[in-house]
């Protein structure tokens, strides 16, 4: 006690305590005056959380993804520091969205409360700056593509393009978006947020909390000091909040890391869940009409927020007669909802989307797994360095990505061949061999197409098996022996295929042999010389490699191509 006295005497400790503690709550304590206190505790969780993650964070283009690794991956409970913190920015969104509602419902916003209103909506908004900034700040791929869908809505607003390139350091983004975010994310942001709050909390003091709709004796009556019993539910939500928590990020094992961010790749880009509905809005406004979506929409919805204390000019606080307030707000959540949840059931619906998550979900899983190797100095995709096939991929990508798409990068001025041996891409080159993913822009346009009347889908199924028979024993052991049987049939007297296309190597032809399509031998012959007779001949537009690669790097081109031609 004499501890406490002492400082009481120069601090005046227990007097504050008291008029902390003592306050009065008109009507009694209520679950629902709970949400201020839980997002003061979340934000404060954030601050605690990102000091001990800035332990171990590098904010640089070449080094930022490399450390993020490294905490996640092989610090101790780092997975759970991070996984806490990013799951908290999630979980201030919400409790953000449920106090504005709250106090909506409340019509807390009236006079004499409209700067606390107003204070809040701005809070409102940087908690949702705080999501944009963090996000970026791992430097993986998601978050460099997903960030870019948001300054690039940024910069599609009349007049944002200047603060686009502000915010980015730039016209591209690079190693100054990332500081820049990261000075926003760590100081700017928090100072702000910091003096809006306690402006928020001076006021609340001042006003006080908004009361129910009962009789003035009523209120009276069921008053009860904030200390113990409005305490004790607050305690009680932070709690609940904080297991909450704790849970989803143990499920979740912490929060997603993807591959280093690499702007030359293909990735799906989506924005943070909290986005989604502005990323939804943006398919149904195109071109001129963007700026309804970017501009117009948002912009009403936050000017009818901050205009709702002059707004609503009912005589009560009443629910029953303030229902044109509450059933604007209530159809902008709405709204809001709807195109969260169309956009969720869209991407799941998405072949094509679900694919390139899975993509990027296998490449983060190999990114990770080098990077407990170390990380080169170049930082970034140089991860994949540690990988013994990337020295292949980089062969692919300085002498053939300039023309062939694999793994989703790389040009299209000739045949993609992401599952150029598969049954799909296979039956989809007979129907029509002239589409740009098959022979691009080359002068490979000889072959007719298959039309349905010519060869029903069956028909084609069956060829298509045939043709899977002839790539090699591997393949040939993987396929149905009716429908190869079939398809044979079909090839030789239906078809007549056999006139431009031979069965075994070294015979000339009109089109390449198909003896081993798809396999390691055949790739090689073809990277070696395209144009030999049995191949290409004089239509070939490859260059020769026979000579400029050696055949130790030609046999692993050709590994690697063919092996993913099957996926």
């Known amino acids: ?14 007097s504050a305590t008291r008029l902390m503690l003592e306050e009065d709550v ?15 505790f979340l934000f404060m969780q954030q601050v605690v959380l990102g000091i001990l993650l800035a332990f171990y964070y ?3 283009a070449t080094d930022a993804w490399a450390s993020t690794a490294y905490l996640n991956d092989q610090v101790t409970s780092g997975w759970f520091l991070r996984g806490l913190h990013h799951h908290g920015s999630s979980a201030m969104v919400v409790v953000v969205v449920l106090h504005l509602l709250q106090v909506v419902v409340a019509g807390a916003y009236r006079k004499p409360r409209e700067v606390n209103w107003w204070t809040g909506l701005l809070m409102g908004g940087i908690v949702l700056a705080f999501a944009l900034t963090g996000y970026l700040l791992p430097w993986d791929q998601k978050g460099y593509w997903a960030t870019q869908v948001a300054t690039g809505i940024m910069g599609s607003v009349p007049g944002g393009e200047p603060l686009q390139q502000f915010v980015q350091g730039g016209s591209e983004y690079g190693n100054l978006t990332l500081t820049r975010f990261f000075a926003l994310h760590v100081f700017v942001l928090p100072i702000a947020l910091a003096g809006l709050l306690g402006v928020h909390l001076l006021l609340f003091r001042k006003h006080g909390v908004t009361p129910p709709d009962l009789p003035e004796a009523e209120l009276k009556r069921k008053t009860q000091p904030f200390w113990p019993n409005q305490l004790f539910l607050d305690v009680l939500a932070m709690a609940v909040c904080a297991a909450v928590l704790v ?8 929060a997603e890391l993807f591959a280093p961010a690499d702007p030359a790749s293909n990735f799906v880009a989506r924005p943070e869940w909290y986005f989604l509905f502005l990323f939804q809005l943006l398919k149904y406004f195109q071109g001129p009409l963007t700026i309804v979506a970017t501009v117009l929409l948002p912009g009403a919805a936050a000017a009818y927020l901050f205009a709702l204390p002059f707004v609503d000019r009912a005589k009560s606080r009443a629910v029953r007669s303030r229902w044109s307030v509450l059933t604007g707000v209530g159809l902008m959540m709405a709204g809001v909802t709807a195109l969260t949840a169309v956009a969720i059931v869209e991407d799941g619906n998405n072949e094509s989307f679900q694919h390139g998550v899975e993509q990027a979900h296998a490449e983060a899983t190999r990114a990770r797994e080098l990077a407990r190797e170390g990380v080169s100095p170049v ?5 994949f360095d540690n990988d013994p096939e990337q020295k292949t991929r980089n062969l692919f990508k300085e002498h053939c990505a300039s023309c062939h798409t694999l793994e989703g990068k790389g040009a299209e001025e000739a045949p ?3 599952g150029f041996t598969n049954r799909e891409w296979l039956a989809a080159l007979v129907r029509n061999p002239r589409d740009k993913r098959f022979y691009g822009a080359t002068k490979h346009n000889t072959m007719e197409p298959l039309t349905t009347e010519a060869a029903s889908d069956e028909e084609l199924a069956a060829v298509v098996e045939y043709l899977i028979s002839l790539s090699g024993a591997s393949a040939a052991a993987s396929v149905d022996a009716a429908m190869v049987a079939r398809g044979k ?6 078809l007549e295929c056999s006139s431009c296309h031979e069965l075994e190597a070294g015979k000339d ?6 003896a081993g399509r798809g396999s390691p031998a055949w790739v090689a012959r073809i990277i070696n010389d395209s144009g030999q007779k049995d191949l290409y001949g004089d239509t070939a537009e490859m260059p020769k490699f026979a000579g400029k690669l050696t055949p130790e790097q030609i046999d692993a081109l050709a590994q690697f191509v063919a092996s993913r031609g099957a996926r």
């Open 58 to 60: 590098s904010p640089s």
């Open 489 to 494: 049939e079909l090839w030789d007297k239906k």
């Open 509 to 514: 032809s009109t089109g390449p042999t198909l």
């Open 26 to 40: 008109p009507g009694g304590a209520r679950l629902r005056y709970v949400f201020g206190s839980v997002l003061v």
């Open 416 to 418: 993609v061949l992401d």
């Open 1 to 14: 006690m004499a501890l406490l006295d002492w400082l009481d005497e120069r601090t005046g400790i227990r």
């Open 247 to 254: 849970g989803l990020t143990v499920k979740t094992h912490g």
């Open 379 to 383: 930082g970034g995709v140089a991860v």
